[in-house]
Protein backbone atom coordinates (compact mmCIF):
# COMPACT_ATOMS: atom_id res chain seq x y z
CA UNK A 1 0.00 0.00 0.00
CA UNK A 2 1.38 3.38 -0.64
CA UNK A 3 -0.18 6.69 0.10
CA UNK A 4 1.13 9.97 -1.50
CA UNK A 5 3.60 12.11 0.91
CA UNK A 6 1.07 14.70 1.07
CA UNK A 7 -1.17 12.64 2.66
CA UNK A 8 1.44 12.07 5.65
CA UNK A 9 2.70 15.45 5.28
CA UNK A 10 -0.69 16.33 6.39
CA UNK A 11 -1.16 14.42 9.49
CA UNK A 12 2.45 15.07 10.65
CA UNK A 13 1.82 19.06 10.23
CA UNK A 14 -1.51 18.90 12.27
CA UNK A 15 0.03 17.05 15.25
CA UNK A 16 2.85 19.23 15.50
CA UNK A 17 0.46 22.01 15.51
CA UNK A 18 -1.66 19.97 18.25
CA UNK A 19 1.16 19.71 20.45
CA UNK A 20 2.75 23.34 19.96
CA UNK A 21 -0.58 24.59 20.86
CA UNK A 22 -1.14 22.07 24.15
CA UNK A 23 2.50 22.95 25.34
CA UNK A 24 1.68 26.45 25.58
CA UNK A 25 -0.42 25.67 27.96
CA UNK A 26 2.56 24.46 30.56
CA UNK A 27 3.82 25.88 33.55
CA UNK A 28 7.06 27.57 33.47
CA UNK A 29 9.61 27.16 35.91
CA UNK A 30 10.41 30.32 38.24
CA UNK A 31 13.94 31.26 37.77
CA UNK A 32 14.37 29.53 34.92
CA UNK A 33 14.67 30.00 31.17
CA UNK A 34 13.37 26.88 29.78
CA UNK A 35 10.29 25.07 31.09
CA UNK A 36 8.84 21.80 30.69
CA UNK A 37 7.10 23.12 27.27
CA UNK A 38 11.14 22.97 25.84
CA UNK A 39 11.64 20.04 24.21
CA UNK A 40 7.82 18.77 23.07
CA UNK A 41 8.11 22.20 21.39
CA UNK A 42 11.08 21.57 19.54
CA UNK A 43 9.86 18.26 18.19
CA UNK A 44 7.07 19.06 17.69
CA UNK A 45 8.22 22.43 15.64
CA UNK A 46 10.82 19.26 13.85
CA UNK A 47 7.37 17.78 13.13
CA UNK A 48 5.86 20.37 11.44
CA UNK A 49 8.96 21.25 9.13
CA UNK A 50 8.73 18.05 8.60
CA UNK A 51 5.39 17.49 8.17
CA UNK A 52 5.15 20.60 5.41
CA UNK A 53 8.04 19.41 3.44
CA UNK A 54 6.60 15.90 3.07
CA UNK A 55 3.11 17.83 2.22
CA UNK A 56 5.03 19.91 -0.64
CA UNK A 57 6.51 17.19 -2.13
CA UNK A 58 2.95 15.20 -2.15
CA UNK A 59 1.55 17.99 -3.47
CA UNK A 60 3.90 18.55 -6.60
CA UNK A 61 3.79 15.07 -7.27
CA UNK A 62 -0.06 14.36 -6.89
CA UNK A 63 -0.44 14.22 -10.68
CA UNK A 64 2.70 11.70 -11.36
CA UNK A 65 0.97 9.15 -8.85
CA UNK A 66 -2.36 8.21 -7.38
CA UNK A 67 -3.15 9.70 -3.70
CA UNK A 68 -3.48 6.37 -2.70
CA UNK A 69 -2.41 2.89 -4.36
CA UNK A 70 -3.33 -0.62 -2.95
CA UNK A 71 -1.23 -3.57 -3.15
CA UNK A 72 -1.58 -6.68 -4.76
CA UNK A 73 -3.06 -8.36 -1.52
CA UNK A 74 -6.00 -5.93 -1.75
CA UNK A 75 -7.30 -8.19 -4.15
CA UNK A 76 -7.10 -11.74 -1.96
CA UNK A 77 -9.97 -11.95 0.51
CA UNK A 78 -8.49 -14.13 2.55
CA UNK A 79 -5.57 -11.13 3.21
CA UNK A 80 -8.44 -8.02 3.65
CA UNK A 81 -9.93 -10.06 6.15
CA UNK A 82 -6.78 -10.73 8.11
CA UNK A 83 -6.40 -7.37 8.19
CA UNK A 84 -9.46 -6.03 9.03
CA UNK A 85 -9.07 -8.62 11.96
CA UNK A 86 -5.88 -6.83 12.98
CA UNK A 87 -8.11 -3.78 13.45
CA UNK A 88 -10.96 -5.75 15.00
CA UNK A 89 -8.55 -7.25 17.94
CA UNK A 90 -7.00 -3.47 18.70
CA UNK A 91 -10.67 -2.16 18.74
CA UNK A 92 -11.49 -5.29 20.52
CA UNK A 93 -8.65 -4.91 23.33
CA UNK A 94 -9.25 -0.69 23.91
CA UNK A 95 -13.05 -1.44 24.38
CA UNK A 96 -13.30 -4.40 26.43
CA UNK A 97 -9.69 -4.77 28.53
CA UNK A 98 -11.13 -2.27 30.83
CA UNK A 99 -14.08 -4.82 31.58
CA UNK A 100 -12.85 -8.28 31.05
CA UNK A 101 -9.28 -7.45 32.18
CA UNK A 102 -6.37 -8.13 29.98
CA UNK A 103 -5.95 -11.22 30.28
CA UNK A 104 -8.96 -13.06 28.56
CA UNK A 105 -9.10 -9.66 26.24
CA UNK A 106 -5.50 -10.56 24.78
CA UNK A 107 -6.27 -14.61 25.02
CA UNK A 108 -9.64 -13.92 22.93
CA UNK A 109 -7.77 -11.33 20.25
CA UNK A 110 -4.72 -13.58 19.44
CA UNK A 111 -6.84 -16.98 19.60
CA UNK A 112 -9.10 -15.08 17.11
CA UNK A 113 -5.68 -14.01 14.97
CA UNK A 114 -4.38 -17.62 14.79
CA UNK A 115 -7.05 -19.14 13.73
CA UNK A 116 -7.67 -16.61 10.64
CA UNK A 117 -4.07 -17.38 9.99
CA UNK A 118 -5.08 -21.17 9.95
CA UNK A 119 -3.36 -22.12 13.12
CA UNK A 120 -5.05 -25.50 14.64
CA UNK A 121 -7.68 -24.52 16.64
CA UNK A 122 -6.00 -26.40 19.67
CA UNK A 123 -2.55 -25.49 19.31
CA UNK A 124 -3.78 -21.67 18.81
CA UNK A 125 -5.43 -22.00 22.34
CA UNK A 126 -2.67 -23.30 23.95
CA UNK A 127 -0.42 -20.68 22.17
CA UNK A 128 -3.01 -17.22 23.29
CA UNK A 129 -3.38 -18.52 26.65
CA UNK A 130 0.46 -18.89 26.88
CA UNK A 131 1.45 -15.74 25.38
CA UNK A 132 -1.09 -13.77 27.11
CA UNK A 133 0.06 -15.04 30.42
CA UNK A 134 4.06 -14.35 29.42
CA UNK A 135 2.88 -11.29 28.14
CA UNK A 136 1.44 -9.92 30.87
CA UNK A 137 4.26 -11.25 33.45
CA UNK A 138 5.98 -9.47 31.56
CA UNK A 139 4.26 -5.89 31.65
CA UNK A 140 2.79 -5.73 34.83
CA UNK A 141 5.58 -7.99 36.67
CA UNK A 142 8.53 -7.05 35.14
CA UNK A 143 7.73 -3.30 33.77
CA UNK A 144 5.27 -2.65 36.53
CA UNK A 145 2.99 -1.46 33.22
CA UNK A 146 -0.83 -1.45 35.00
CA UNK A 147 -3.03 -3.38 33.31
CA UNK A 148 -6.50 -4.03 33.73
CA UNK A 149 -7.78 -6.91 35.56
CA UNK A 150 -11.46 -6.97 34.93
CA UNK A 151 -13.36 -9.96 35.85
CA UNK A 152 -10.34 -11.49 37.31
CA UNK A 153 -9.94 -8.89 39.66
CA UNK A 154 -10.66 -11.30 43.10
CA UNK A 155 -7.45 -13.78 41.90
CA UNK A 156 -5.10 -10.70 40.81
CA UNK A 157 -1.80 -11.78 42.04
Known amino acids: MKFNDAIFGAILLAL ?12 GIPGQQVGPALFPGLIAAG ?6 MLLAKGWRERHAAAWVRLGDWAASPRHVLSAALVIGAVLFYM ?3 ERLGFLPTAAISLLALMLAMR ?3 GRALLIALVAALLIH ?4 KLLRVPLPWGVLMPIAW
Open 95 to 97: FAS
Open 119 to 121: VPP
Open 16 to 27: GIVVLAVVQGYP
Open 137 to 140: AAFY
Open 47 to 52: LCVCGA
